[in-house]
């Protein structure tokens, strides 16, 4: 049977990144599973109220961003949700991140174990997940990124793994379209020729798959994650904005080989 693995830092990073690529696979038969590896702990509390502020109550904040979890991937179509049950370790540089019971200082051999039971369990054949930077640094990511890698090579399931991918030339058009459009987004003008820092080289991205046509589903798992303000910023913007953003999900081929079509994950897979 074929299957899409998705392994996940925290609840609500399903969406922006694999959302759609969920959302399609269910649609034609795939089996879906996502692995969320913390409990988001360190998200926001009611009101805002952020890690160490007076009020936040981590566990509070768990017990809804799970059920919010659970919303979004109804939503989107995902039939199997796994916890790794791991803390949230918060930012770069927070106490959290070696607070006993953190994905981030969780032994990496454990957390593999886990990860490795479960790809023996569905025998996806494709897993996604971030890559070595985490995307962005986050030390949740970066170890789940560690976890999939070292679990894929371990069980040797996977005939593909990818990381999610923001390819540079997305994001400068985006920062153009942004100033052109006067969106009220703080994104600096870059030089005539240059790319921007953020983001994945081109050249490093294997796939581009569309999802436009699950936008709206993908805005409402977004909007499940209501108790954090991380992606709200978006449904502020005009919808042409909205799409540039959700409209398109791309991937870096980290393990295993396909000459096929690069706006399919599964292209050539049975």
Request: charged content about 25%.
């Amino acid at each position: 049977m074929l299957t899409l693995m998705a392994v996940h830092a925290h609840p609500d990073d399903e969406v922006i990144g694999t959302g759609g690529v969920f959302a399609r696979a269910a649609a034609l038969g795939i089996r879906t599973v996502l692995v969320t590896c913390t409990n988001g702990e360190q998200g926001d509390g009611p009101g805002g109220v952020k890690p160490g502020e007076e009020g936040h109550d981590p566990a509070g904040v768990r017990e809804t961003r799970l059920k919010e979890l659970a919303r979004s991937a109804e939503i989107l179509g995902i039939e199997h949700v796994e916890l790794l049950g791991y803390a949230d370790s918060g930012m770069v540089g927070w106490a959290a991140n070696t607070a006993p019971g953190s994905f981030a200082a969780a032994d990496l051999d454990a957390a593999t174990d886990k990860l490795v039971a479960l790809m023996e369990h569905y025998r996806p054949q494709v897993v996604v997940t971030y890559d070595a930077n985490g995307n962005y640094g986050h030390p949740d990511h970066i170890q789940a990124h560690r976890v999939a890698v070292a679990a894929a090579e371990r069980s040797g399931i996977p005939e593909r793994l990818y990381a999610t991918a923001m390819p540079r030339s997305a994001m400068a058009e985006m920062g153009r379209m942004a100033r052109e459009q006067e969106w009220g987004l703080d994104w600096p003008e870059l030089e005539e020729g240059a790319e921007p820092e953020f983001g994945t080289p081109d050249e490093l991205v294997t796939t581009v798959v569309d999802v436009t046509e699950y936008f709206e589903r993908k805005a409402e798992a977004l909007q499940a994650h209501a108790s954090q303000s991380d992606g709200s910023f978006l449904f502020t913007l005009p919808k042409e904005a909205q799409l540039m953003f959700l409209g398109h999900e791309a991937f870096s081929r980290i393990r295993g080989e396909t000459t096929a079509d690069t706006e399919d994950l599964f292209a050539g897979l049975t």
